[in-house]
């Protein structure tokens, strides 16, 4: 089995009277991982928020019931909490008046999940969020040379657990994690059917990972005013299948200002949206592969390794980019992704000559280690 990065700071924070919040996207393995900390533990009592009988379990939900119904299990598993109404309430119920047991409880819809929680447990929890498999985390599996010889297969695939354990059926499997599990948080989230015009955004947003976005343009595309298109994005966000990318400005006039760009969670969702399992080098688009690979390898790395940083990309009305800017304790590092390690880079003068302490790397294949360990 895969070992998960999460694991070890779970356990860590376990006997801390704080619930642990576990929020991703479904698929990644977020219950995979509790069985596997809790795999020599019989002490657990699970209880699953997608089923009606345990959602009907908390509507009048009290101390004494729960300690009734817990019996002498040390900790309390709820799967897909979000499900379950009150749930905020009931968990800080648990927290206060059961002190000895440790809950834990997952989610794959951040805002159902946090806007019921986040009040009743405000300083009463740690929050994890686990992402489809890393590429430290293979890594760590199987050996950076051998994971280096994957990354083509990975930039097509990408790291849903299934699809890493599933060699040969990767079509398949992504196929059944699009249509079966992709919409189901937005869909209940909007109170929405399964729309043409959803998939169309979808592959809308696909088609230009790595552009800036123009809401206009994709309205006039799927045939949705701009504020729908806004609210189905907000929702893809916080159903944790895409995420949005600002625009960095400071120094420069010719800055972009209000600009953003859409990057995929995973490579292989991506690639799932629009039909497309091409081998890279049979592609056009290897070049958006590689960047929405890297940006998302890199917001896990940033996020398991407790790193506080901000994040941006960088463009000027000349048309002058750069990837991917961070700053972390008042330094800024600039970054530029090329696929081709031979290809000829021009380092961007405007940009240097407007920040002159910044830090300047190009990521490719041969040095991508550097960038996501």
């Not at 009048?60 to 119904?69: C, D, F, K, L």
């Not at 929050?127 to 489809?132: A, G, I, R, T």
């Not at 002058?320 to 000829?344: H, M, Q, R, T």
Request: hydrophobic content about 40%.
């Amino acid at each position: 089995m895969i070992k998960r990065i999460l694991e070890q700071k779970i356990i860590d924070n376990f006997n801390s009277r704080k619930a642990i919040i576990i929020t991703g996207p479904r698929q990644v393995g977020k219950t995979t991982l509790i069985k596997s900390i809790f795999a020599d533990n019989k002490d657990v009592l699970w209880l699953n928020g997608d089923e009606t009988d345990v959602q009907k379990l908390f509507e009048n939900m009290s101390s004494t019931r729960m300690r009734a119904i817990l019996g002498k299990n040390k900790f309390l598993v709820i799967d897909e909490a979000q499900r379950i109404n009150n749930i905020g309430l009931a968990l800080k119920i648990i927290i206060d008046e059961i002190p000895k047991v440790q809950l834990i409880a997952t989610g794959s819809s951040s805002f159902d999940l946090a806007n019921k929680i986040n009040e009743p447990l405000t300083g009463g929890k740690f929050d994890y969020m686990l992402f489809p498999l890393s590429y430290g985390e293979m890594v760590t599996h199987h050996g950076l040379l051998e994971e280096k010889r994957l990354i083509p297969h990975r930039l097509v695939f990408g790291y849903y657990p299934d699809v890493v354990n599933g060699f040969g059926n990767e079509k398949r499997i992504l196929k059944e994690l699009s249509d079966s599990y992709l919409y189901k948080d937005i869909l209940v989230l909007e109170q929405i059917k399964k729309t043409d015009k959803l998939i169309k955004l979808l592959q809308a947003i696909a088609y230009q990972v790595g552009s800036q976005v123009s809401y206009t343009e994709i309205s006039q595309t799927c045939g949705l005013d701009n504020k729908t298109v806004e609210k189905y994005i907000s929702s893809l966000e916080k159903c944790y299948v895409v995420f949005r990318l600002s625009s960095f400005n400071r120094n420069l006039r010719s800055e972009l200002k209000t600009s953003k760009k859409i990057y995929f969670y995973d490579n292989g969702i991506r690639n799932a949206i629009i039909a497309n399992f091409s081998q890279i080098e049979n592609r056009q688009d290897v070049g958006m592969l590689w960047e929405n690979f890297l940006i998302s390898e890199r917001m896990k790395k940033i996020h398991y390794s407790d790193i506080w940083c901000n994040y941006w990309f960088w463009r000027t009305k000349e048309q002058k980019e750069i990837d991917l800017l961070e700053e972390s304790d008042g330094v800024l590092s600039a970054y530029e992704f090329k696929w081709n390690p031979n290809s000829k880079v021009k380092k961007v003068k405007q940009f240097l000559n407007a920040y002159p302490t910044a830090k300047y790397k190009i990521i490719t294949p041969e040095n991508v280690e550097d960038f996501l360990l």
